[in-house]
């Protein structure tokens, strides 16, 4: 009882003290740690009796200056020189992090690290504490510091939904990403109240965003289809022909005795000159045609696709870059002017003028680049974090991916013909539009500490965006988004012009910043 009571009294000691100087750094503790005299939960820590265990141990006070901490009932043990197998005490320690994890009990509230490197991830639903720092073989405070290892797109560090979590003396490396646009990021507090003491945050390089998919080539059917033929037929009805892919596009229905009629409904909107485009052919007498109909006016290319107007979304579940914009679908184009008839010379009856050909569909805008990967030291959603005396890295990002091609436009159908000398042909049908490109992905971010909704204390003092700051370096960024894909190319082997796709604008520059606040 004499040892017990000695304990008790230079805990409760330490932790006035401990807390005073706590709040001079601008630590976050609960007071309801301390001041608490010792909690009477017994364990045996090697001894042959039970040890009352001082209340702060289940706090955030560090083994630097609270040694009677470091007992098995308390924490976890993890030794390079560890082994699975063993129950995670002092004498016994585990090997990996996912054992210590697997080990942690209701009433245990620590993980302890000696120094080493552990590949692997902490992640755990319950509010514990990390430290590191001790010597693996007497588990003395030494003040050389374990490092937490991740494997390719992991997070070393991943804390969500905890309070007064305290990590001390370790080192966080999340390697450079592997995949397309990936990033690397290193830790991760999502609501949360952490604490980072002697600590370090050092993540990869992002990788180059992805090239929007091409949307090029031609229709298939790369053809609208061809106007049907004149008859011979005394009054009939007219007849017209429909794309079915774009049913807006219809070609002009074949007349006789001047009654040619032009593409309907007409496009693009407005309806163009009906002189000149799409018109219907006029009656031109005994045995003969008028001059061909019209052929329907061309669809407007595409509008080009835009860049994100901004980097992300960042939330609890991490963070997620926009794409750039789609490029535009390019426009429908009008049908062929139907034909006029042509009058046989007698009372029999009329060779009917053929239809006008179907005019082509627009192409498909190209799809948006991806945004280039991101090299993230830390991001802070919704979290308190107080930091002391700890440093953040952050390596290159990646370049933004090219936008993909708009695809061409649909060629228009050529206007129907009769198999007699006396039948009137109708007009061809306009090409449609080729796509936009889409817009080129926004570079990465490199940045220190990414955060929204967070209060962060550096050092005594509130964080505030800033391009450079002590204990945060920063490498190169993917200065320039990706280029914006091309428009449609025209159709080879078509006489009238194709309108062509507009190019996509190239995506946004990454940021380059020590700390970086996202609205």
């Given at each position: 009882m004499r040892d017990a009571k000695h304990v008790q009294t230079r805990t409760a000691a330490r932790c006035r003290l401990g807390s005073a100087g706590a709040l001079a750094i601008g630590m976050v503790i609960a007071s309801a740690h301390c001041g608490g005299g010792s909690e009477s939960k017994p364990t045996t820590d090697g001894g042959p009796g039970p040890l009352v265990i001082p209340a702060p141990c289940y706090g955030p006070s560090e083994p630097k200056?609270?040694?009677?901490?470091?007992?098995?009932?308390?924490?976890?043990?993890?030794?390079?020189?560890?082994?699975?197998?063993?129950?995670?005490?002092?004498?016994?320690?585990?090997?990996?992090?996912?054992?210590?994890?697997?080990?942690?009990?209701?009433?245990?509230?620590?993980?302890?690290?000696?120094?080493?490197v552990y590949e692997g991830s902490i992640t755990h639903p319950?509010?514990?504490?990390?430290?590191?720092?001790?010597?693996?073989?007497?588990?003395?405070?030494?003040?050389?510091?374990?490092?937490?290892?991740?494997?390719?797109?992991?997070?070393?560090?991943?804390?969500?939904?905890?309070?007064?979590?305290?990590?001390?003396?370790?080192?966080?490396?999340?390697?450079?990403a592997s995949g397309k646009g990936a990033s690397s990021i290193a830790g991760f507090i999502a609501n949360s109240t952490v604490s980072l003491t002697r600590t370090s945050f050092t993540a990869g390089a992002g990788r180059d965003g992805e090239s929007g998919p091409a949307e090029g080539g031609t229709f298939n059917p790369a053809v609208a289809p061809n106007g049907k033929g004149a008859q011979f037929r005394r009054f009939p009805q007219p007849i017209y022909q429909a794309n079915d892919l774009c049913p807006e596009s219809i070609g002009g229905g074949g007349a006789s005795e001047g009654r040619g009629q032009a593409g309907s409904p007409v496009m693009p909107t407005p309806h163009p000159d009906t002189s000149t485009d799409g018109a219907g052919g006029a009656d031109y007498g005994v045995d003969r045609c008028n001059p061909?109909?019209?052929?329907?006016?061309?669809?407007?290319?595409?509008?080009?696709?835009?860049?994100?107007t901004r980097y992300g979304v960042l939330d609890a579940n991490g963070w997620h870059a926009d794409p750039g914009g789609a490029g535009g679908k390019g426009g429908v184009a009008q049908g062929g002017g139907g034909a006029g008839g042509s009058n046989l010379g007698t009372a029999v009856g009329f060779w009917w003028g053929a239809s006008g050909g179907a005019g082509g569909c627009g192409g498909?805008?190209?799809?948006?680049?991806?945004?280039?990967?991101?090299?993230?030291?830390?991001?802070?959603?919704?979290?308190?974090?107080?930091?002391?005396?700890?440093?953040?890295?952050?390596?290159?990002?990646?370049?933004?991916?090219?936008?993909?091609?708009?695809?061409?436009?649909?060629?228009?159908?050529?206007?129907?013909?009769?198999?007699?000398?006396?039948?009137?042909?109708?007009g061809r049908g306009g090409a449609g539009g080729s796509g936009g490109g889409g817009a080129g992905g926004a570079g990465g971010l490199s940045v220190g500490i990414l955060f929204t909704s967070s209060a962060l204390t550096i050092d005594g003092r509130p964080a505030r965006t800033a391009a450079s700051y002590d204990g945060i370096t920063i490498a190169a960024v993917g200065v320039s988004g990706g280029m914006g894909g091309p428009g449609g190319a025209p159709v080879p082997g078509v006489t009238d012009e194709l309108t062509r796709g507009t190019p996509g604008t190239p995506g946004k520059s990454g940021v380059i910043s020590a700390l970086f606040e996202l609205p």
């Open positions: 200056g609270y040694p009677e901490c470091v007992v098995d009932r308390v924490g976890i043990f993890v030794s390079p020189t560890g082994d699975d197998a063993n129950p995670g005490t002092k004498a016994k320690p585990v090997r990996s992090i996912a054992a210590a994890l697997q080990r942690v009990e209701s009433a245990t509230s620590r993980i302890y690290f000696c120094e080493g319950r509010a514990l504490s990390y430290f590191g720092g001790l010597d693996c073989g007497t588990w003395a405070y030494i003040g050389k510091r374990a490092t937490i290892r991740s494997a390719p797109g992991s997070i070393a560090l991943h804390i969500a939904n905890a309070k007064d979590v305290a990590v001390a003396d370790l080192d966080f490396e999340a390697p450079s061909a109909a019209h052929t329907g006016s061309n669809g407007s290319g595409g509008a080009p696709g835009q860049p994100a498909v805008g190209g799809s948006g680049g991806l945004s280039g990967g991101s090299s993230l030291a830390l991001i802070a959603f919704g979290a308190h974090v107080t930091i002391r005396d700890s440093r953040f890295s952050a390596d290159t990002a990646g370049i933004g991916g090219t936008g993909g091609g708009g695809q061409m436009g649909q060629t228009g159908g050529a206007g129907g013909i009769g198999s007699d000398e006396h039948a009137c042909p109708g």
